[in-house]
């Protein structure tokens, strides 16, 4: 079962290579498609570092987070913007700045709940990074964002969806151990629910429903991308997956195509599917 691990991470890192090339930051692309390629196994200890010494360990977010870092501070001091605007126009919006103002109340909450001996310095490291992460690559993608960026994002996570669907499937009716290496969780009897790539079925639920949320709003609809992310949803067997996929196709039928008959169809599918696993 670690071979198919290790032949996803060498798949993975190859097409996060390629993905990049045509961007004109290639390292921070690079890192930002493996961290999307590879968001199924972070959590994983198999993938963790440690380093003896460190306070902390080794996660690929973490090590995402301070290449992001890094390359935006490299590249404010590159444009010179720290001279006209502080910090640039990297703050631009209003929720922006709100959301700086929420990093630095929870900074200043962990300092000092750290220095009153409530949170040792690993919890300190670990929790600040957490909330950092995504304000970080936000505003890295921001910085750095190109003309493909979005799209090349969305072919990732639709991709990504498609292989995490046919192994959901095949854990469901064929082998439930198959790339398995997270949650045990029972959907009924002795039946697992289906985690894909994922170590949770709800992950892989809300994974599924971006992807089909990017595939509905596309100009070309792939019906098969929209029936196995569909199945997989269903056989995560997370009322909570099901209700907010019932809500994306909503949302789509209802206000974008204003197909009230399609609509109901889809409803009460979705409410025998909700009634069958509640």
């Known amino acids: ?21 045509p961007f004109k930051n290639k390292i921070f692309y690079f890192g930002l498609f493996i ?17 003896p010494g460190l306070p902390f360990d080794l996660h690929i977010d973490r090590l995402l987070t301070a290449l992001c870092f890094f390359l ?10 720290f001279k006209s605007t502080s910090p640039g126009k990297l703050i631009e919006e209003r929720y922006e700045l709100w959301l700086i103002v929420y990093l630095c109340i929870i900074f200043l909450s962990t300092l000092s709940n750290t220095i009153d ?21 936000y505003f890295s993608i921001k910085l750095f964002e190109d003309n493909n960026t979005f799209e090349t994002l969305k072919k990732i996570i639709v991709n990504l969806s498609i292989f995490s669907s046919i192994i959901a499937i095949i854990q469901l009716l064929i082998n439930d151990q198959f790339f398995r290496f997270g949650t045990y969780e029972y959907a009924f009897g002795d039946t697992l629910r289906a985690t894909g790539l994922f170590h949770g079925e709800y992950t892989l639920g809300f994974f599924c429903i971006t992807s089909t949320l990017f595939v509905l709003t596309s100009d070309r609809k792939n019906n098969l991308v929209l029936t196995l992310n569909f199945i997989a949803v269903i056989f995560t067997f997370h009322r909570l997956s099901i209700g907010l996929l019932f809500v994306s196709y909503f949302l789509y039928f209802v206000i974008h195509k204003k197909n009230k008959k399609t609509y109901l169809s889809i409803f009460s599918i979705l409410f025998f599917v909700l009634l069958s696993v509640s």
Do not use: C, Q
Not at 39 to 48: C, E, G, M, R, Y
Not at 72 to 81: A, D, G, Q, S, T
Not at 122 to 129: E, L, R
């Open 1 to 21: 079962m670690l071979f198919l691990y290790y032949l996803y991470i060498a798949i993975a890192l190859y097409f996060s290579h390629r993905l990049s090339k």
């Open 35 to 51: 961290w999307i390629s590879l968001s199924p196994v972070i959590d994983s200890i198999l993938f963790v570092i440690s380093i």
């Open 72 to 81: 935006i501070v490299h590249e404010l001091f590159k444009r010179k913007r």
């Open 117 to 137: 001996g409530n949170l040792s310095l690993k919890d300190f490291i670990v929790i600040n990074t957490k909330y950092l992460f995504f304000p970080i690559i």
